[in-house]
């Protein structure tokens, strides 16, 4: 072999190798929906890893490949587990290839769609005598049915996503919600905070008086990626499937929600005005962020999937 081609070969490894190492953890900030949207109107947020899949909804481990990564959130009333996994196309389609996500759905198609795939993986987890009750293990799959993401993208290395893998399946997985100091955006805190990138995130103690909000964490990450340009932000659309509901409003901070949601500000207004300016004040200051003039892309079910079996979301 010649030194030419010697030396293609050994650049064509590390371009490769180099290629492969990467992924990226990502905010999936989730849009509220239905009822709980009129009087809780912050959202949900989970954590998508292309580079971590799951072995049962409980248990992680490193995806193999062409395998598009899982999304890992904390639940309220979804057995009695704290967080679960679930691979990246269910958790948003209820469908395991981006070719059979409907253009449209109605009521009926979805919950066919979710009990499908709950027959079919997550039996173990959620058993027919639980799915019979009034649990919520339906959030677990098809949740683009429901509502628009906006995710916010950063990279990350092996060896923090093995760390990641470790902690989770080592670690108690038993019931812990709470709305105010166990919520899904305390665990997606957590996992950043812990695995990836330390001291990323935190709470927002004026705009959202210390309650930990799935629009603050993305807010965290946003910042946090600005200010350190080698963890490559990005950020991009998911969009809500039409058909099973109407389009969902926008994921709000807890003061911003007193200001904007009629039905808190009006009668704070009559019963004290200052208390309306005091809160504006505060979310202005402290508070403010659009997720979505952060996202320079919308990604449709299949380009989605081209992107994650590449392991990294690279929107450049």
């Known amino acids: 072999m010649t030194l030419r081609l010697v030396c293609l070969a050994l650049l064509w490894l590390l371009c490769g190798s180099s290629s492969r190492a990467a992924a990226d953890v990502v905010l999936l900030l989730a849009e509220p929906y239905g009822r709980a949207a009129g009087f809780n109107p912050t959202g949900h947020v989970g954590v998508y890893l292309t580079r971590v899949c799951a072995d049962t909804p409980t248990s992680l481990r490193r995806c193999r490949d062409g395998e598009v990564g899982a999304v890992v959130s904390r639940y309220n ?18 469908v395991t290839q981006a070719a059979d996500v409907p253009v449209t759905t109605t009521p009926a198609d979805v919950r066919a769609l979710r009990e499908a795939y709950r027959q079919a993986h997550l039996r173990d987890l959620i058993p027919d005598d639980v799915a019979t009750r009034h649990q919520r293990w339906w959030q677990l799959i098809g949740a683009a049915y429901d509502r628009q993401f906006v995710a916010i993208s950063v990279t990350t290395t092996a060896a923090q996503d093995d760390r990641l893998i470790e902690a989770l399946n080592a670690g108690e997985n038993r019931h812990r919600f709470n709305v105010l100091f166990r919520n899904c955006a305390d665990f997606a805190r957590d996992v950043i905070n812990d695995h990836y990138y330390p001291g990323a995130l935190g709470n927002n103690l004026i705009a959202d008086l210390g309650v930990t909000t799935p629009k603050q964490v993305a807010r965290a990450l946003a910042r946090y990626g600005r200010r350190h340009v080698d963890v490559d932000l990005t950020a991009f659309v998911i969009p809500q499937v039409p058909g099973h509901r109407p389009p969902s409003p926008r994921a709000r901070g807890v003061l911003e929600s007193f200001l904007r949601v009629k039905k808190y500000s009006i009668p704070l207004a009559a019963v004290q005005p200052w208390v309306p300016v005091g809160l504006a004040a505060g979310y202005l200051t402290t508070g403010r962020f659009n997720p979505h003039r952060l996202a320079t892309h919308t990604l449709a079910p299949e380009d989605l999937e081209r992107q994650a079996r590449q392991g990294v979301i690279d929107l450049r």
């Open 77 to 94: 009333k979804v057995g009695d587990f704290d967080w679960a996994a679930v691979p990246l196309l269910p958790y948003l389609y209820g």
